[in-house]
């Protein structure tokens, strides 16, 4: 079996194949930890009113919590961001209900961009071993997709996906030579969580993330195999949702 690269949705191609979209930093790490401490359905909007929406449409009968940013600031009437240690400190508290509303600035729109795949799951270190595992039991090709940045390559999510490339090779999967490539400029990144926060750190977004002062998101993001939880794009009517997988 082989495994590309899209680095952007926009060079999305051929979806008849597994696609692992990664926004490491931080929509898809996020995910991991909400999966992981009882989120059983993520819905996914493509915007702020489309959330909203989704919400009132849900009904006040359901719990649950609407999450997302812009620029890495929620709006005022979300009840959280986009940080994985905001909601890891709420899920050991045991505040979490089974159900949020998620939209980000890249992370969501770029799972949307593979609905029409067989299997579309999003990927982050933090559960890479659990979601390598699940995707390679599909027996198909993989498409790692990187979230990027508004529509642009990110080199945040390129050496993210070395990394999941890497660990493919490691399950007996072939690479394109631009995956390849991206393999190995980064596999120095791949020893230790400590290296690979140091590269991320200095990547364009990572240092946006600086600023804002979410260094420890950062250095969180870097764990590898922390959560053995992970999800799959699937649909409750015509809602997109990750839905937690079955072990």
């Not at 509303?101 to 071993?129: H, Q």
């Not at 992970?230 to 649909?235: A, R």
């Amino acid at each position: 079996m082989r495994a590309t690269l899209a680095e952007t949705r926009n060079q999305i191609v051929n979806t008849n194949q597994t696609c692992l979209v990664i926004d490491i930093l931080r929509a898809t790490s996020v995910m991991a930890v909400l999966l992981s401490f009882g989120v059983t359905k993520i819905y996914l909007s493509d915007s702020f009113a489309a959330a909203r929406a989704l919400k009132k449409e849900l009904g006040p009968d359901i719990d649950l919590l609407l999450i997302g940013e812009k620029d890495a600031v929620p709006p005022d009437d979300f009840d959280g961001g986009n940080s994985p240690l905001d909601f890891l400190e709420r899920g050991r508290k045991s505040e979490l209900p089974s159900t949020a509303i998620m939209v980000t600035t890249n992370g969501t729109p770029t799972l949307l961009a593979c609905k029409n795949a067989p299997l579309t799951m999003p990927i982050a270190p933090l559960n890479l071993e659990a979601s390598l595992k699940k995707a390679t039991s599909a027996k198909r090709d993989i498409l790692i997709v990187c979230s990027g940045f508004e529509g642009e390559s990110a080199e945040d999510d390129l050496i993210a996906a070395g990394l999941v490339a890497d660990r493919l090779v490691t399950l007996g999967f072939s690479l394109s030579n631009e995956l390849n490539e991206i393999r190995h400029k980064y596999q120095a990144y791949y020893d230790s969580p400590v290296s690979l926060s140091t590269a991320l750190r200095n990547t364009k977004h990572g240092q946006r993330l600086v600023v804002a002062e979410f260094d420890d998101d950062i250095d969180y993001c870097s764990n590898e195999n922390v959560f053995d939880e992970t999800g799959t794009l699937t649909w409750d009517d015509n809602n997109p949702l990750i839905k937690r997988s079955k072990k």
